[in-house]
Structures are given as C-alpha cells and as structure tokens.
C-alpha cells in the first residue's frame, strides 16, 4: 500500500429526500454507497475502508459492521463516528488521514437515517435525548432553544436581527427550488418567515431546519487514482476542526464559537483565505446558526452576514454563493446525512454539473459541519484538481 | 404519536459526582465546586477541576445571585410534560462566584426578561418528584 500525498473526493451521491415511507435507514445507506461506487466508476470490492456514523430510527452499537453486512462490503478499515451534526465532516477528515497514511485506497463515508417517517412512537423519546440529563433536561431544553440561546446573545452583542434570519430562509428555500431532488420547494417571503410561528425566541418555525428521511455518501481516494476517474477529481486541499464544549454553558463564548479555529485550519493547510472560496456550504440547522458560523469563520465581519443576506449575496447568482441545494434549511436535514449533503453538493458545485444551480467559475468550495449547540466543528476546503 | 399522552417530568439522575449538589438543592443551597489548587469554581460537579486536573476540589454555598447571559422564550417544549409551562424562559444565567448555568427565570413576565439583568436563585419541586430543582427570579 502506497502512502498518498493527496486525497481526493473519487465519487458522490445521495438518495431522494423527504418523507420516504419505503425506506429504511440501511436501505438508504445501500443506496447512497452504492450510488457513490457507481459515481466513482469502481466496484464494491474496491473499497477498502468504511466509514459511518450513527442513527436515530435503527440505533446500532457496531453501524459499520452492519451496513457492511447489509450491503456486503468488505472493508479493511470499517469504524463509526458518532459526535451528532459535525460527523459527516469528521468521516471525511478521517478518510483524508487513512488514504495519505496509505492505509486505505477508496475509503467510503456513509450517511443515511429516515428520520421524518421512521422514528414514529420514539419521537418523545428521541427528543428527550436532547441536553445534559441532569443540568438541561430538567428545564426544558429544546435543540431550538439551545440554538434560540446563542442567537440571542448574537442580536444582542452584533446587532443580528430578525430580518437578516428571515432573508437567509428565504434565500435558501429560493435555491432549493433549482434541485431537482430538494425537500421543500415552495416559495416563501419574509413575511411567511416573520408569521411564522414562534418556537423558542428568537427563532421561528421557518427559521428551523427540516426534518427528512434520505441518505449521502462520498469515497475519498488516494489522489493518484484521479487519471482514471470517470467524472472529475476534486482534491481536499484542507481539512480542520474545533472542539470547545458539549453544553452551551460550557461554552467559552457564546458568540464565538470553533468554526473559527477549523475553518483557519482548512484554509491555512490549503494556502487559501475565506476570499479564495466561491462557494460555501455550511451546516444551517436554523437560520441564526448559518450567519453566525460565517463570521466567525471570517467570511464576514462581526454584523455584515446578516446585512450580506438582506442584499441577496447568498443566492447562487449572488457575490458569495451558500448552501446552494438549499440547505438544512429547504433540502434536507437527515441526522449525519444533512452534513454529508453539504459535501455532496461543494463536490458538484466543482464538477461544474450543477446546472441551473451551478455557481460560475467555480474552483474552490468549504464544506463545514457543526455537532452540538456550536459545540464541534468541521471544515473542508476542496478544489478542481 | 398521540399529543395528550403525558411523559414524566425528567428528573435529574445524581450520581456520585454530583450526589452533593443535588443533595443540596434540596436543603435550599446551590452549592458550588471550587478547586483547592487553582481556586476557581466549576459547574457542574466532577472528580477533578477542569481548569488545572486537581483532585483536591472543595465545596461551599453559592449567594444564588447572577446575571442573565441569555435567554430564549419557548413556545414549543420538547415534551409535552412542558406544556402547562408555556411560555417559559430557559435562560443561562452567570453566577457571581464565577459559573455560568442553564436555568429557568421564573415569576416574571417572560417578556420582561434581558441579558445582564439581575436574578436570585429560588427552588422549586419538580412535579412527580422529590427532586428541589434550582431556578432563578428577577431581583
């Protein structure tokens, strides 16, 4: 086995999304690795390493083995992470380690839960997981909530506000409808968002991600399998991460948070800065979530997300391209898989396949997952190799 | 799913590290942890201060008077055992002696609650339990 001096992304896929009654969530793994393989031009015996995370509706204490088993693959290296909505990212910044230390070829990170139809009776329970047993639960803490209390502290230090969220919803939702495969199409305006109903203040239910069923998955590969590709490479130029607390009030800060160490540790690897990336796609599991990790990412200053939102720069004809499959927010949002089809989509953006959707010229793209309330933190630079 | 079937309250579940502070809640006393080597406090109880790695941690009562740090209104509960509450404030309030903790700020109109604002700690029981939960009411 070789040592690779670089890593790239060799195949991608991922299911349908939405309310898929039919599936299971090995039914969607099988189908997002099986369709990745297939992207990649390669056979299941090619794949040499596993990677997955973990799940809601099927809880599994060795996931890898089986989908493994289920799909029949037989990796050399098979291992789950679980550290929630950040995985995805993690599953690729390890497969980037096990392919350069030469112990993988084609390592495949595989995502999938149907959480929208298959959690059915355990929703209660599922949610009751949320927050620290004995000093969160106890109060009624929400996954909102959670996120309601770093929004809040964000308007109050930075001046966000509720149009900057709004627009960041509607943006997006307007860049689902170019996906032939998103979620939640239906247009909205900033007056749906602000009549929205209120959840946990400041956020309302169309500042909230959806909940879907689907599945995603990538093969990274060592880079000098590119030449035989059937679609183009797209090389990891850098990948970093940022690990400050679990529970909110553990945080060191509650309006800067580990995105800004992992994604100066990607750009830094890759050479680049925040202006060098044409496209970002960056976990917005509220409307909130996505302004603040951009800037402390250093794509914009303290209070210029929210203003850069209103101005429509987002948009996939916009001065700064983001989430252009529209996102947590308007694709899809299936547990490890809703970080993995932020993956998916930087891949295409590069590929230059996206049609309607694609963003021009583009050659550099961040992916970036979050786990937690800001809690942990991934990012991925990739670029056209 | 049916929405009127009643879930328990989640009742804290103390275990040997914070055996003490739940014990004390139900005294009346927010009891802190402070470390005997690098003199800061921590929330919540551990075997070792994470600040320096000591051991050799202490305990002594909070005053139970803080700053709101934030706050978020909560229309939607997680559980539907929530719903007589609504709305409620889930707040992080930080204490004066030096933590920061998530609370509820209770016996105010939700909407009169701010960041810095002034609160005290009360305890109140948690319905179904024996359980003194602490929570925090405007000064």
């Known amino acids: ?385 | 799913m049916s929405d009127t079937a009643t879930t328990p309250r989640p009742v804290p579940l103390a275990d040997q590290d914070s055996r003490l502070y739940w014990e004390a809640a139900n005294r009346g006393t927010l009891l802190v942890q402070r470390c005997n080597a690098c003199g800061k406090t921590q929330f919540y109880f551990r075997s070792l201060c994470h600040h320096c790695q000591s051991e050799n941690l202490g305990t002594e009562p909070s005053k139970g008077l803080g700053s709101v740090a934030s706050f978020s209104i909560v229309y939607r509960p997680p559980m539907n055992c929530f719903k007589p509450d609504l709305p409620y404030v889930v707040a992080l309030v930080d204490v004066d002696e030096g933590f920061r903790f998530m609370t509820n700020i209770v016996n105010c109109d939700p909407a009169s609650v701010h960041i810095g604002q002034r609160v005290r700690v009360l305890f109140q029981r948690i319905d179904g339990s024996e359980q003194m939960l602490p929570k925090m009411e405007p000064l």
């Open chain 1, 1 to 385: 086995m070789r040592v690779a001096t670089k890593a790239i992304i060799s195949g991608v896929h991922d299911t349908k999304v939405g309310a898929l009654p039919e599936s299971t969530c090995m039914s969607l793994h099988a189908q997002a690795g099986m369709g990745a393989i297939r992207d990649a031009g390669l056979q299941v015996g090619d794949i040499d390493g596993l990677l997955t995370a973990y799940s809601f509706t099927s809880p599994q204490i060795m996931l890898g083995a089986v989908a493994a088993e289920y799909i029949g693959l037989k990796p050399k290296v098979n291992a789950s992470i679980s550290m929630g909505g950040v995985t995805a990212g993690l599953m690729v910044a390890h497969a980037v380690a096990l392919v350069k230390a030469g112990m993988c070829r084609h390592v495949l990170c595989l995502t999938g839960d149907n959480r929208l139809t298959g959690l059915g009776e355990k929703v209660q329970e599922a949610l009751a997981q949320v927050g620290h047993q004995q000093y969160e639960r106890p109060y009624g803490m929400s996954v909102a909530s959670g996120f309601a209390l770093a929004a809040q502290a964000y308007m109050h230090e930075f001046g966000m506000t509720h149009e900057h969220m709004a627009a960041v919803a509607v943006t997006l939702r307007a860049s689902a409808a170019k996906h032939p495969n998103a979620h939640m199409k239906k247009p909205i305006s900033m007056d749906d968002v602000r009549n929205s109903r209120m959840i946990a203040s400041p956020l309302r239910m169309l500042d909230c991600c959806l909940v879907s069923d689907g599945g995603a998955a990538v093969i990274v590969s060592a880079g000098d399998v590119a030449r035989d590709l059937p679609k183009t490479a797209i090389e990891i130029l850098g990948v970093g991460e940022g690990h400050t607390h679990e529970h909110l009030f553990m945080a060191p800060s509650l309006v800067d948070f580990g995105c800004r160490e992992s994604a100066a540790a990607a750009l830094g690897q890759a050479g680049l800065s925040a202006g060098d990336v044409d496209s970002a796609h960056v976990y917005d599991c509220f409307t909130s979530t996505l302004l603040i990790c951009l800037e402390s990412m250093g794509f914009y200053d303290h209070g210029a997300a929210g203003e850069a939102a209103l101005a429509g720069e987002f948009a996939i004809d916009g001065r700064f391209p983001v989430n252009t499959n529209g996102g947590l927010m308007s694709y899809g949002s299936s547990g490890a898989a809703g970080g993995m089809f932020h993956v998916v989509e930087a891949v295409r953006q590069l590929r230059h396949e996206c049609g309607d959707r694609q963003v021009r010229n583009s050659s550099v793209a961040l992916a970036h997952t979050l786990g937690g309330i800001f809690s942990a933190h991934c990012s991925i630079v990739m670029g056209r190799s």
